[in-house]
């Protein structure tokens, strides 16, 4: 039995950002790093996390097409952090961020996760959620951070996984 990932719970206003203004990638997974609670006042947890991400981006861009990245270390971050964790940033201008079909990106989500079962059932999760235009659209839209909240809710009860 699987236990299905609520991803509105690994988020909170705290960790949703919606004024990214950095111009490109390395600048903006810096300002998302900055986002993550457990990593607060821990300068060198901060440029470990920054590091795994930049690794991760060269060997391919998380960017996934349609204004949207899933920025994620290559690995689980064991030692890092206890609980998985989410942060979303928006860029209202977009970067381009590398992805295949060469559309700036917008939507950002940041994927943090103690063990790779939970990594995997995160990024199967948001997949599958972002596929939603409507979602999309609501988070390019959304003006403020309970707005975002309520509209991964919102997906979350449309594609329940049973």
């Known amino acids: 039995m699987t236990t299905s990932v609520v991803l509105s719970e690994l988020l909170s206003p705290e960790t949703i950002d919606l004024g990214l ?23 060198e947890a901060k440029l470990k996390l920054l590091r795994a991400l ?20 290559r690995n689980a971050l064991v030692g890092l952090v206890n ?11 977009g970067v381009d961020y590398g992805a295949f079909d060469q559309q700036p990106t917008r939507l950002f989500f940041l994927l943090i996760a103690p063990t790779v079962t939970q990594h995997l059932a995160m990024l199967a999760r948001i ?22 909240l ?10 329940r996984v049973s």
């Open 127 to 148: 997949s599958r959620l972002l596929r939603d235009a409507a979602l999309r659209t609501g988070l390019l839209l959304a003006p403020r951070p309970e707005d975002v």
């Open 21 to 43: 203004a950095g111009p490109g990638k390395e600048a903006l997974l810096a300002e998302l790093v900055e986002r993550v609670p457990e990593l607060r006042g821990q300068p």
């Open 83 to 93: 609980q998985p964790c989410i942060v979303f940033g928006r860029s209202l201008r």
């Open 54 to 73: 930049l690794e991760r981006e060269q060997l391919h861009s998380t960017g996934v097409g349609d204004g949207i990245a899933l920025p994620h270390a």
């Open 150 to 159: 309520r509209l991964i809710r919102e997906a979350e009860a449309r594609y």
